[in-house]
């Protein structure tokens, strides 16, 4: 089983930039695809971005695509999400989801551990 802890949320003014990290515990990530997803109220959770198992493939969203990267540390158990020139539509819980599969899907089911969220807001 794996546990997972995101931090790094916060309120932050639009064209800011947050760096979100998921800390995993009970097993290394290492054959595991990780992936960010964000849920805004009123809406259903989407997929942010995520990276394969041997950091060699990454995807994203298309609104955050070059604002947003994620990255992977096997040393550190840890996975990033750096975010840049945020925009108040970018508010939402973000979560972090850890996949066995080791590949990037965008599907909410492709992945069996998440951890709790972390909110990210974007006054306009």
């Known amino acids: 089983q794996l546990q997972l802890v995101e931090s790094g949320g916060g309120l932050v003014q639009a064209g800011g930039s947050l760096t979100l990290s998921c800390e995993v515990s009970g097993r290394s990530i290492e054959y595991y695809a990780m992936a960010w997803f964000r849920q805004a109220p009123g809406k259903e959770r989407e997929f942010v971005a995520g990276i394969n198992w041997s950091a060699t493939g990454t995807e994203y969203e298309d609104s955050v695509k070059g604002r947003f990267t994620i990255s992977r540390s096997i040393a550190k158990n840890t996975v990033h999400l750096n975010m840049n020139n945020l925009k108040p539509d970018d508010s939402a819980i973000y979560y972090c989801?850890?996949?066995?599969?080791?590949?990037?899907?965008?599907?909410?089911?492709?992945?069996?551990?998440w951890g709790q969220g972390t909110q990210v807001t974007v006054p306009s």
């Open positions: 989801a850890a996949g066995r599969s080791g590949i990037v899907l965008r599907a909410e089911s492709a992945y069996s551990f």
